[in-house]
């Protein structure tokens, strides 16, 4: 699967994150908690857009084998907690905010996270990844993490994460239309990290993404 033309232009939505987080630490150091081994946000339950899952899968397949297997061995403890949430999750059908608290409490290890709380792509990792430390906007809704140092009641520029997941979402459906499908089909599906590092590149786009129905 050739994605080489949107190089570019998912690099420039990496630069942006990057910018804005840089640009928090510089102007906030005091509510930037982020630090080597805080593997608080490798612990929760996301899901990445066809594009970031093309590219992640690209930069994992470059990987040494030993480091390769031992994020696979993680990606089948991380499947079988994904099943066990959406069986929870099943009975909060008809409670939407239930469904939502669950998710946002639940703990699961991210695959790319090795045993000394290092991720093993991290120069590679999607955006979510890259502002987690800082506000963002999510569903027009303003979110920060809870370790972080930011105050309620008090400004803070705040990153357009929503803007972004838009810009993937587009992104998404021109792999998909190159690759002789239809946008609506695969664009606005979310694929789990154990999901892409298991799948073979060139079969991605024709699977079937594994992530807990609800909002990323």
Known sequence: MDFSYLFEPYDTLIS????AFNRMKTEFPECIRCGPH?????????GLFLVEAAFLKHDFDRLDGAEKEAALRRSVEADRETSALER???????????????????????????????????????VTCRV???????????????????????EYPIFNLDGVQRELYRLS???????GGE????????????KVIQTPAETLINETPEVPSTQR
């Open 16 to 19: 942006q994150a990057d910018m």
């Open 38 to 46: 805080c593997s608080d946000c490798c612990h929760a339950v996301f």
């Open 132 to 154: 987690y430390g800082i506000p963002t906007m999510v569903r027009g809704t303003p979110r920060v993490c809870g370790k972080s140092g930011f105050k309620n009641g008090v």
């Open 183 to 194: 946008p609506s089909d695969k664009a606005s599906l979310l694929f789990s990290v154990s």
């Open 88 to 126: 929870t999750l099943q009975e909060f059908e008809d409670d939407p905010e239930m469904r939502a608290y669950t998710m946002a409490r639940a703990r699961i290890r991210c695959p790319l996270l090795n045993d000394q709380d290092e991720c093993i792509l991290y120069d590679y990792r999607p």
């Open 173 to 179: 459906g021109e792999l998909v239309t190159r690759a």
